[in-house]
């Protein structure tokens, strides 16, 4: 943006991944449309998971006419791309850059505070690969939600 004019602004963080995220989309010949890279800046700026319809309430401030389709779509490509993960237990998204799509996640979701936090657990990816693999199962993908308390909450506990 030229020096002197106003716009929205985001965190560093943000536009990094989003400049992350733009190259790992063409990478895959994807195209990161406008509505997508919005959806995914959204879902970055999020403090927690974030879900369908939040996200279009949030979009609704700039894309007036945006629908559910539309964020849904959005979605489902974001997915395939491997730029975000779906959480199950809490009907909710959150970023995921930087990783291959379809890696095994794990998450730990605090059920006081609602703090969500990816971790990688190799020895647990494992695990279930062995289990599966001695059931002649082949894993095509796999995540993990942990419910539980985390430590800050369990503190003020």
Do not use: W
């Not at 007036?64 to 389709?69: E, F, I, L, S, T």
């Amino acid at each position: 943006m030229p020096e002197g004019k106003r716009g929205p602004t985001e965190p560093p963080s943000v536009a990094a991944k989003l400049a992350q995220a733009q190259a790992i989309v063409e990478a895959q010949g994807g195209r990161l449309t406008t509505l997508r890279r919005e959806v995914l800046r959204l879902i970055l700026a999020a403090e927690t998971p974030i879900g369908a319809y939040d996200l279009l309430a949030r979009l609704r401030e700039s894309h007036g006419n945006a629908a559910p389709p539309t964020v849904y779509r959005a979605l489902d490509f974001l997915l395939v791309s491997g730029l975000i993960h779906r959480i199950t237990r809490l009907s909710a998204f959150m970023a995921c850059i930087g990783h291959e799509p379809g890696h095994a996640a794990q998450f730990l979701i605090c059920r006081d505070c609602g703090e969500v936090v990816e971790i990688a657990a190799p020895a647990v990816t494992a695990a279930l690969k062995s289990a599966a693999s001695q059931r002649g199962f082949t894993i095509a993908g796999a995540t993990i939600e942990a419910e539980g308390v985390c430590a800050a909450c369990a503190a003020r506990a």
